[in-house]
Nanobody
């Protein structure tokens, strides 16, 4: 059973930046597509960025050009660099495989963007 631990969230003003990290208990990044998801208040969880084992990336239109996903296989860690943050980016952010493993959801990390 893989465990995923997200960190790096916080409170930031609109226009600011944050870098999220997702550490896995074992090496799953080399064989799986990994993604960052978020759940905003009152909304369903959505996939915002993904990275394949080969390094190809894909982004939701809402974050394209502002967020960058990357991975470090040696550290079993996936990152999400978030720039030009907007109030609508406020959410709990999670990482998981794509498609997601139901048993692998972590606690997530809260990102709050103030106007």
């Amino acid at each position: 059973q893989v465990q995923l631990v997200e960190s790096g969230g916080g409170l930031v003003q609109a226009g600011g930046s944050l870098r999220l990290s997702c550490a896995a208990s074992r090496n799953i990044f080399s064989i799986n597509t990994m993604g960052w998801y978020r759940r905003a208040p009152g909304k369903q969880r959505e996939l915002v960025a993904r990275i394949t084992s080969g390094g190809s990336t894909n982004y939701a239109d809402s974050v394209k050009g502002r967020f960058t996903i990357s991975g470090d296989n040696a550290k079993n860690t996936v990152y999400l660099q978030m720039n030009s943050l907007k109030s609508e980016d406020t959410a709990v952010y999670y990482c998981n495989t794509v498609p997601a493993l139901s048993a692998a959801w972590g606690q997530g990390t809260q990102v709050t963007v103030s106007p």
